[in-house]
């Protein structure tokens, strides 16, 4: 509807996650107004720029060292919940019962209890909550979703989404030799990938998982895993992974076949480092893949214009997807809005949640549990 007002976004934290993937995308969103942020540490002192802080790179919004006092403000209409893991619950919880519509950062949150606590503060408030799973707006994700709806595949049998990685330094600080809830890989990074495989498949019957620790640290969280799952009443199987010590160019991301064709992809998203190196939403390419990223389609009959027969085969490259993490925020403006769905159910991911603790139990145990 044209000449509403903006929606007034409050963010608590204002670390990496906010400049990188969320502030990009935001100020760029005509509908949203940043107007507060929760920022423990105190403003600078005029020319110290020995720390990013909010009142430095946004003086025009306002600066909350507490939570209490900036739910109080009533200018504020959706809180973004981008602290540490631990505080995801308790911040969601208080900024609903607040009055506040909530986005919650992944993982959403670090129990199944907690998930229970979280969605039923979203019905005692009636406002909107969601799960800030951007990954479902990566070029490589929209390129696969888009084939399995022109049905490229016929019955899927067998698909494995990948999250790998080789060695990235931040795994430095992993040394800790035991683990709690919210720690390790799969809170980390399989949240992305676990997203992913309920958005396409639903609810899996069973979870299978194997657990290792690969970066030379002996410690109970763990940097890579394989997670298995079957479905009832299908021949499907879905293996989600994380490799952490991959040595390649371009690590191996989606390989799905079907009774009628087969996509295998390589490479990854390019907007995170797109905007580590300086670019933004509004540079020329962001978002776009390269050639050589794009994944092949072997297929039965034709699907797309850019195969070409081979016997009897139907091969090609797909062109991905030009990804937009933007689009998650135009989808969350809509929601609040009344003029489309929420995209991102929070109950597909406290599903996610409750994957991954039936993943430890499942790794550390030996055995195949039911969800």
Known sequence: MANQKPINVGIV????SARVFHLPYITRNPDLNVVAFVQR???PKAGDKSIRHCTVDYPT?????????????????????LTGHGAHAEVAEQALLAGKHVVVEKPFVISSAEAETVLAARD??????????????DSDFQTLLDLTQRNAFGTITEAEIHYDLNLPGWMSGMTSPGWKPGEGMNFGIGCHSLDQALRLFGRPKSVTAFYRTLRGVESEAEDSFTMTFQYADSPLLVHVKTHVASTMRYPLKYFVRGYDGTFIKHGTDQQEDQTNAGLTPASPGFGVEPEDMYGELTTKTQVLDS??????????????????????YADVVKALRGTGPLVVDPAMSADGIRIIELARESAYKGVTLPF
């Open 307 to 328: 195969q070409v027969q081979v016997g009897n085969l139907w091969i090609g490259k797909v062109k991905s997807h030009v990804g937009d993490y933007g689009r998650y």
């Open 13 to 16: 934290g204002y670390g990496n």
């Open 124 to 137: 005692k408030s009636g406002k909107i909550l969601s799960v800030f799973q951007n990954r479902r707006y």
């Open 41 to 43: 540490t105190p403003a």
């Open 61 to 81: 919004a306002k600066h909350y060292t507490t939570v209490a006092d900036f739910l109080k403000d009533a200018d504020v209409d959706l809180v973004l919940v």
